[in-house]
C-alpha cells in the first residue's frame, strides 16, 4: 500500500490521515440536525423474507436526533399467505407514488426512499449511509413547529407547485410479532416506527401556514410532520 509523506504534519493530523488510509475512520452520513432530520421511510411487509435485515438496519439509525426512521407496511404481500398487522392501502398507494416519481417499473419490497430524492433496498448496511450522503438536503426548506394541537410552517422559498403538508403518526417502540403464516413463519419479528397513520393536512406554497393537528387516539403516538414536493417529490422540511 502506497501511504501519503507525513512530513510536517502535526501529530493528530497525521494520525488521522494514517486511520483514513487504513479505513478505520468510517465517513459518517451526513444529516443536518433534530431540527432538520434525514428522513429514511421503509417499506416493508410482515410476508417478505427479504425484509428482516432492510428492517434492522433502518432501526439502527433510528435513534438518531438527526434521522426520521418510518416503516410503511404495504399489502400486496397480504395475499401470499400472510396478512401484515399494520398494512395499510394507502402506505401502498405512497410506495407507488414513489415508483412513479422515481421512474421505477413496479414496486418492491424492501424498499428505503430517503428524503424523497433517493431509493435502495437497504439489505446491505453499507448502503444506508452511502443513500443518505446522496439525498442529503441539508438544513434548507421551512421551519415547522408543533405547539398546541397544531403545527406551523413557516415562509420560505418554495418550488414552482405547491408542497404537500402530511401529518403522520408513527409508533416510536420496538414491537415484537409473532409470524404464522407465509415466507417468515414461526418467526418473531422487531418492527420499530411502525407508521400508524398517514393524513395530507393540505398545501404549502411558501408563506408561512397553521393546520390544526387531529387527536391522535393513542398516546403512544409520536407525530411526524413532513413538507414535500406534490407528487412523491423531494422532501422539504421534516420534523418528528
Known amino acids: 500500500m502506497v501511504r ?3 512530513r510536517g504534519f ?8 494514517l486511520a483514513l488510509c487504513t479505513g478505520l475512520i468510517a465517513t459518517p452520513a451526513p444529516a443536518a440536525d433534530a431540527a ?3 428522513v429514511i421511510e421503509l417499506f416493508q411487509s410482515q410476508g417478505c423474507s427479504s425484509c ?6 433502518v432501526a439502527a439509525l433510528a435513534n438518531r436526533p438527526d434521522v426520521l426512521a418510518l416503516s410503511f407496511q404495504v399489502t400486496y404481500w397480504d395475499r401470499l399467505g400472510w396478512k401484515d398487522t399494520f398494512a395499510q392501502p394507502a402506505y401502498t398507494s405512497r410506495q407507488w407514488a414513489y415508483a412513479h416519481a422515481l421512474r421505477h417499473d413496479n414496486v418492491f419490497t424492501p424498499q428505503v426512499v430517503v428524503n424523497g430524492r433517493s431509493d435502495g433496498v437497504g439489505v446491505d448496511p453499507a448502503e444506508l449511509p452511502a443513500l443518505l450522503r446522496r439525498a442529503d438536503r441539508g438544513a434548507a426548506g421551512p421551519a415547522i413547529s408543533i405547539t398546541g394541537g397544531a403545527v406551523r410552517i413557516g415562509a420560505a422559498p418554495a418550488p414552482g407547485q405547491a408542497a404537500d403538508v402530511w401529518l403522520i403518526r408513527y409508533d416510536p417502540r420496538t414491537l415484537m410479532i409473532p409470524i404464522q403464516r407465509g415466507e417468515n413463519s414461526g418467526k418473531t419479528l422487531p418492527h420499530k416506527n411502525v407508521v400508524r397513520a398517514l393524513v395530507r393536512l393540505g398545501d404549502w406554497n411558501g408563506q408561512a401556514a397553521r393546520f390544526v393537528l387531529p387527536p391522535a387516539g393513542d398516546p403512544v403516538l409520536k407525530t411526524a410532520i413532513l413538507v414535500q414536493t406534490a407528487g412523491a417529490g423531494p422532501i422539504l422540511a421534516a420534523r418528528g
Do not use: E
Not at 502535526?10 to 490521515?17: S, V
Open 4 to 6: 501519503p509523506s507525513t
Open 10 to 17: 502535526a501529530p493528530q493530523t497525521l494520525a488521522a490521515i
Open 36 to 38: 432538520h432530520p434525514a
Open 52 to 57: 428482516p435485515p432492510a428492517a434492522a438496519n
